[in-house]
């Protein structure tokens, strides 16, 4: 099995949605400050809405021409199936850091270490106004915590099938946008930074590299937390309807590579998983709404 991220081991985690328990140094008045401006700045998103029905999830094993975007990723996104989803809403845009910071102020929830300090890097020696980080995917935030804010907005996290069908539509496309190889106008990829400073862009860009169902970055940018835990051979036995994925697991499903991936992890069925409470540079999320 491949994992998307490095991973860091960790003790017994705790899957209560609220309240969320983070440890994090005393906020200096003018990151204060910063932040709270941010979240002022928080727009939802809009949504999309995915009919019921059919889609092809997953891919056909092919091992003649590794090199080739219809070859899988790894072996667990086999075989190639049809898999019926009943109607939902998604997120046109991922959840924004906007979004993020106002949720953990509301719900009385610290800022990660890690956030804080990419927020007053980007601010103190890149002069970054707070108009332009608003509107950058949320990143370093925890399954649980990603979970949580969709929950608080009447939400949860999509399934893995959800995400794949918004992500490739019904005829089961090799990327969001088609079978054209990923270009800059349509995607952000293949970038690095030797101090994991972010290299994204708002959660509204990039029109050019919408899904069938015209959801924004569903390959690069930031990965996206799924509801699903991640089973290596999940697969050839979910359910034909609506499948939620194992019943438990150790990791949590990431899907849609992220500004830093490589161009087979762009693919719409390339599979990921992290550890839940894992905070990166490289993992947002948005949300998803299922009729009643």
Known sequence: MKILYPLVMLSVFSLLLLPIVTKAEKVSPELEQHLHGIAAMAQASPMVTIPAGEFFMGTTRRDADAFNSDTQYDDTEFPRRPIWID????????????????????????????????????????????????PWPALYVTWKEADAFCHAQGKQLPTEAQWEKTARGVDGQVFPWGRDEPSTARVVFGQYHV??????????????????????????????????????????????????????????????????????????????????????????????????
């Open 195 to 292: 101090h994991q400073i972010p290299l994204v862009a708002a959660v509204n860009s990039y029109p050019e590299g919408q899904s069938p169902f015209k959801a924004f970055h569903m390959a690069g940018n930031v990965a996206e937390w799924v509801h699903d835990w991640f089973g290596s051979d999940y697969y050839p036995t979910m359910p034909q309807r609506n499948p939620q994925g194992p019943k438990s697991g150790r990791y949590k499903s990431v899907r849609g590579g992220s500004w830093k991936s490589k161009i087979v992890m762009l693919r719409t069925a390339t599979r990921g998983g992290a550890f839940p409470q894992q905070r990166e540079a490289t993992i947002g999320f948005r949300c998803a709404q299922s009729n009643p």
């Open 87 to 134: 109607e939902f809403h998604i997120d046109q845009y991922e959840v924004t850091l906007g979004e993020l910071l106002a949720f953990y102020f509301q719900h009385h929830v610290e800022v990660s270490d890690e956030l804080q300090e990419l927020i007053w890097h980007l601010i103190d020696i890149h002069y970054i106004p707070d108009e332009v980080l608003a």
